[in-house]
């Protein structure tokens, strides 16, 4: 049995009459035909059974792959399980469909050194999302002969980035605090290092930690508590390696063993402080009237729960990021967009009460 060989370009050009540039347009450019000529182009397509271009010889044809990378130092599944990491996906890929452009996700666990997933990766460009500064994913990128924008964090230099004023966002949640009167209180934050510790976070580490975000945030607390008086050498900080609800309801457990008496508990992301905020209502105390417990991102699960938060622009910092990175009108570099922040003060925040008010009810 003789199989029929699939049509070619040149065979469907020589079928419709056509230049071979016109069967190409068809599919790359095809604001270059009228309507009717791109229709019939593509239905003889279809009925010869041509494929279109070849997508990898175009690419080492144009040495354009038409995609955006996405560099991730967390397992493949964060993306679509973490609700920040959801909207800011969503914000990159809006950005990427604007132009025309395709979206990859390269994973990089922060336990893992392989680097290969990053040399193999057909990409125009790389949005590094939110890495320690010696992250060697990170450096592999910056071997690449690629444009790269940072969303929030490492802030390097001579590179474009994405982010907010983090140091700002949080000491407006700490002045918040302070003017309800807590001076007693707990810290639970995300990893400040690409080594694992579900522990204490000693002020020496808060210090070194490569991940600037987390250093930045807790620099801040540090210093708004300390202007009136507290010192933060004695403020129990809990770092917890895993980004999740339940690393929060641990954390939140070892802050109030820590020091029974804190009355708030400032979270790094909403993420722990809705886990924090579950844990403390199933060892029936209330909040706030027991304990404050605040969080940070103002994700819609912490809407809904009426946390005390930071609201950042999530959303938009994908699209902004995916924006910078496509944008070649301004060669000049770095760039960087600052984006807005909002305290939102919901339900999960008041004034302490004394000691004698939170345990004995009166």
Known sequence: MNARRPAT??????????SRTTVSNAYNRPDQLSPELRKRVLDTARRLGYPGPD????????RKAGAVGLLLTENLSY????????????????ACEDAGHGLLLVPASPEREDVAAVHRAGVDGFVVYSVPDDDPHLAAVMERPVPVVICDQPNLESIDRV?????????????????????????SCMRLARGRN??????????NASFHVQKARLTALAEAFSEVGVDWEQVPVVERFDHTTASGASAVNQLLEMDPEITAVVCTSDILALGALDEVRERGRRVPEDLTITGFDGIVEAERAGLTTVRQPILEKGRAAGRLLLDTSEPGRP??????TQLVTGTTAASPRSVEERWFGF
């Not at 993306?79 to 809006?94: H, K, M, Q, S, T």
């Open 335 to 340: 760039r960087e967009v600052r984006l807005e």
């Open 198 to 207: 579900d522990g204490i976070a000693s002020v020496q580490r808060q210090a």
């Open 79 to 94: 993306a679509f399980r973490d609700p920040g990491a959801v909207v800011f996906l969503e914000g990159l890929a809006l």
């Open 55 to 62: 997508p990898v010889a175009r690419s080492l044809r144009t």
């Open 9 to 18: 370009l040149a065979s469907l050009a020589a079928e419709l009459g056509v």
């Open 163 to 187: 982010g907010i004023d983090d140091s700002h966002a949080i000491k407006t949640m700490a002045e918040h605090l302070i003017n309800l009167g807590h001076r007693r209180i707990g810290v």
